[in-house]
């Protein structure tokens, strides 16, 4: 079988781990910016910088392999080389699983609150080392830095979440027995041994580390592959929890292509969490099944946003552009789909296109950018491709629609289309790039129609000065997670509830309890005293038998059961 490791959600080649050599890069001037508009200014910037050869030694040293092959990634500002580091074999993945296990066992062995620890410590360590962790983010992803933070919070909050809430979540519980007073009952949780975590490349700091951290502290060890041209911000964390005291062998990272270790990543694992395409979900649930291995799968989406007719256009205009356009519109969660009413579409479009064509693109390791650059060379081909068939079928353009190669070689304009129609891909496929297309509408049965008409069902965004209205329309929505007057992070960020996909956008869930739990096995421990179910001394059946048909009645009136 094809491994079932393949790009994050939306990727348009089917090759994991891709290098994006940026061919065809037409400029690297230093830190270039620009508005989408067109204009360019040059200053200090990312074009140009490296990381520190002995920062790289250090990171690329947690990763399982015995050094047979190399991969060399490069910058997506730049198109040069960032860092080689070491691929991992097949039997580099066996051999990360027998360490695993082996540190498993004594890991599982500890209380939950010592389990704890380490990441307890990682919040501060991760705020006095913020600088360094956000420029690896920007230089292996390319993303503008207000949007490599929101990773760095991500973990900060996620870990600390889950590190104050794991001992009680984890902790043995009381239920009721089947006979009260005589039937004592324990839930008990125990890890499910090694979880395979496949983590992708747009969002490779959070999505690898704050899922890892709930694994790890439900008492299980992690083989963790992340995508190979982001896999320096996971190795980085790696590094920096192991000097704050977790074991070494616990959290063990693979690097490499999927048709070499995707296999046995996959068919050694005793639980397996994937964040990616849906067609990668697909291939893992077929790789498990016949070993009837537990999984957790965050798929794609085509996020529609719905702004009502009492919006607030300005406040919701500006809450679009982030929306649609946090990290380049590469993230599983971000608005594709935007319905306005009829009432306020002649208002809110003009507005909304007006500050997507005053955004700044660059490549500046600052807070300046409003937005950076794809990641793959593969990405800019697939928006260019989904826009350029768009408009030759008839959408119009009203902001972006090109490549801004003089920014940066993966760099595309912040787009807004609109008569987008079935027959473009656009319309019903995911883009994972920065692209957007409006469309108008009536009333609220249509809008929901239209908002549910697809098979995914990840996020949604609803925008009224009525939350109560709001609340009411968002039940009707097909999506795991929606947002009142706010585009993801509102549900996303809420760590006490959980998120994930309806439908064709995944199977489980990470955040609130679930997210740690799925980590585990469940047992149930029960233990019968003084009386069994069965007729006690010389009472015969039919007397035992109406004497609990009875018992049924009083304990419903006592409410006992």
Same mark, same amino acid.
């Given at each position: 079988m094809?491994?079932?490791?393949?790009?994050?959600e939306?990727?348009?080649?089917?090759?994991?781990?891709?290098?994006?050599t940026?061919?065809g890069?037409?400029?690297?001037a230093?830190?270039?910016?620009? @508005?989408?508009e067109?204009?360019?200014?040059?200053?200090?910037?990312a074009?140009?910088?490296?990381?520190?050869?002995?920062?790289?030694?250090?990171l690329? %040293?947690?990763v399982?392999?015995?050094?047979?092959?190399?991969?060399?990634i490069?910058?997506?500002f730049?198109g040069e080389?960032?860092?080689?580091?070491?691929l %991992?074999?097949?039997?580099?993945?066996? +051999?990360?699983y027998?360490?695993?296990?082996?540190?498993q066992?004594?890991?599982?062995?500890?209380p939950?609150?010592?389990?704890?620890?380490?990441? /307890?410590?990682?919040?501060?360590a991760?705020?006095?080392?913020?600088a360094?962790? /956000?420029?690896?983010?920007q230089?292996?992803?390319g993303?503008?830095?207000?949007?490599?933070m #929101?990773?760095? /919070?991500?973990?900060?909050?996620?870990?600390?979440?889950?590190?104050?809430?794991?001992?009680?979540?984890l902790?043995?519980?009381?239920?009721?027995?089947?006979?009260?007073?005589?039937?004592?009952?324990?839930e008990?949780?125990?890890?499910?041994?090694?979880?395979?975590?496949?983590?992708?490349w747009?969002?490779?700091?959070?999505?690898g +580390? %704050?899922?890892?951290?709930?694994a790890?502290?439900?008492?299980?060890?992690v083989?963790?592959?992340?995508?190979?041209?982001?896999?320096l911000?996971s190795?980085?964390?790696?590094?920096?929890?192991?000097?704050?005291?977790?074991?070494?062998?616990?959290?063990?990272i693979?690097?490499g292509?999927?048709?070499?270790?995707?296999?046995?990543?996959?068919? =050694?694992?005793?639980?397996?969490?994937?964040?990616?395409?849906?067609?990668?979900?697909?291939?893992?649930? #077929?790789?498990?099944?016949?070993?009837?291995?537990?999984?957790?799968? #965050?798929?794609?989406?085509?996020?529609?946003?719905?702004?009502?007719?009492?919006a607030d256009?300005e406040?919701?205009?500006r809450?679009a552009?982030?929306a649609?356009?946090?990290?380049?519109g590469?993230l599983?969660?971000s608005?594709?789909?935007?319905?306005?009413?009829?009432?306020?579409?002649?208002?809110f479009?003009?507005?909304?296109?007006?500050?997507?064509?005053?955004?700044?693109?660059?490549?500046?390791?600052?807070?300046?950018?409003?937005?950076?650059?794809?990641?793959?060379?593969?990405?800019?081909?697939?928006v260019t491709a989904?826009?350029?068939?768009?408009?030759?079928?008839?959408?119009?353009?009203?902001?972006?629609?090109?490549?801004?190669?003089?920014?940066?070689?993966?760099?595309y304009e912040?787009?807004? /289309?609109?008569?987008?129609d079935?027959d473009?891909?656009?319309?019903?496929?995911?883009t994972?790039?920065?692209?957007?297309a409006?469309?108008?509408?009536?009333?609220?049965?249509?809008?929901?129609?239209?908002?549910?008409?697809?098979p995914y069902?990840?996020?949604?965004?609803?925008? @009224?000065k =009525?939350?109560a209205r709001?609340?009411?329309l968002?039940?009707?929505?097909?999506?795991?997670?929606? =947002?009142?007057?706010?585009g993801? %992070?509102?549900?996303?960020a809420?760590?006490?509830?959980?998120m994930?996909?309806?439908k064709?956008s995944?199977v489980?869930?990470r955040?609130?309890?679930?997210?740690?739990?799925?980590?585990?096995e469940?047992q149930?421990?029960?233990s019968?005293h003084?009386?069994d179910?069965?007729?006690?001394?010389?009472?015969?059946?039919?007397?035992?038998?109406?004497?609990m048909?009875?018992?049924?009645?009083?304990?419903?009136?006592?409410?006992?059961?």
């Amino acid at each position: 079988m094809a491994s079932p490791t393949v790009p994050a959600e939306g990727a348009a080649d089917p090759a994991d781990g891709a290098t994006s050599t940026a061919e065809g890069a037409t400029s690297t001037a230093e830190g270039a910016t620009s @508005t989408a508009e067109g204009a360019t200014s040059t200053a200090e910037g990312a074009a140009g910088h490296t990381l520190p050869q002995t920062l790289i030694d250090r990171l690329v %040293s947690h990763v399982a392999s015995d050094g047979a092959g190399t991969a060399t990634i490069a910058s997506p500002f730049t198109g040069e080389p960032l860092a080689t580091v070491p691929l %991992s074999s097949p039997e580099d993945v066996r +051999a990360a699983y027998e360490r695993a296990r082996e540190a498993q066992r004594a890991w599982a062995a500890l209380p939950a609150g010592e389990r704890a620890k380490p990441f /307890l410590r990682l919040a501060d360590a991760l705020v006095d080392r913020r600088a360094e962790i /956000l420029d690896i983010i920007q230089l292996e992803t390319g993303k503008a830095r207000r949007h490599a933070m #929101e990773e760095f /919070l991500d973990v900060a909050l996620c870990s600390l979440y889950y590190a104050r809430r794991a001992p009680r979540l984890l902790k043995p519980r009381r239920r009721k027995g089947m006979m009260p007073g005589l039937t004592r009952v324990q839930e008990l949780r125990h890890p499910k041994g090694v979880v395979a975590l496949i983590a992708p490349w747009n969002y490779p700091f959070a999505l690898g +580390a %704050s899922d890892i951290a709930p694994a790890l502290m439900a008492g299980n060890a992690v083989i963790h592959k992340p995508d190979t041209q982001t896999c320096l911000s996971s190795l980085w964390v790696l590094d920096l929890l192991v000097s704050l005291g977790l074991p070494r062998d616990l959290w063990q990272i693979v690097v490499g292509e999927p048709a070499e270790i995707g296999d046995p990543l996959v068919e =050694n694992a005793d639980y397996v969490s994937f964040t990616g395409s849906t067609r990668g979900g697909r291939a893992i649930a #077929e790789k498990v099944a016949p070993r009837l291995v537990a999984y957790s799968l #965050e798929l794609g989406g085509k996020n529609p946003m719905i702004v009502m007719p009492d919006a607030d256009v300005e406040r919701a205009a500006r809450g679009a552009v982030r929306a649609c356009f946090t990290n380049a519109g590469q993230l599983c969660i971000s608005i594709e789909r935007m319905y306005v009413h009829e009432d306020v579409y002649d208002r809110f479009v003009p507005r909304f296109v007006e500050l997507v064509k005053g955004m700044r693109l660059g490549a500046g390791l600052d807070f300046d950018a409003e937005m950076g650059s794809l990641t793959h060379r593969r990405q800019l081909d697939a928006v260019t491709a989904h826009v350029d068939q768009a408009v030759e079928k008839g959408a119009t353009v009203l902001a972006g629609g090109k490549a801004r190669p003089d920014v940066g070689p993966l760099f595309y304009e912040p787009t807004v /289309l609109a008569d987008v129609d079935g027959d473009m891909d656009l319309c019903a496929n995911e883009t994972f790039g920065p692209v957007v297309a409006v469309y108008k509408y009536r009333d609220e049965d249509e809008v929901v129609a239209r908002a549910n008409d697809t098979p995914y069902g990840l996020n949604a965004s609803v925008w @009224t000065k =009525n939350p109560a209205r709001g609340r009411r329309l968002a039940a009707r929505i097909q999506a795991g997670t929606v =947002n009142i007057n706010d585009g993801y %992070s509102a549900a996303y960020a809420s760590y006490d509830s959980p998120m994930g996909g309806m439908k064709q956008s995944g199977v489980g869930r990470r955040h609130g309890s679930e997210g740690l739990l799925k980590f585990t096995e469940v047992q149930t421990v029960a233990s019968q005293h003084i009386m069994d179910l069965e007729p006690p001394g010389a009472i015969g059946y039919d007397t035992f038998a109406d004497y609990m048909a009875t018992g049924i009645k009083l304990m419903k009136k006592l409410r006992i059961k």
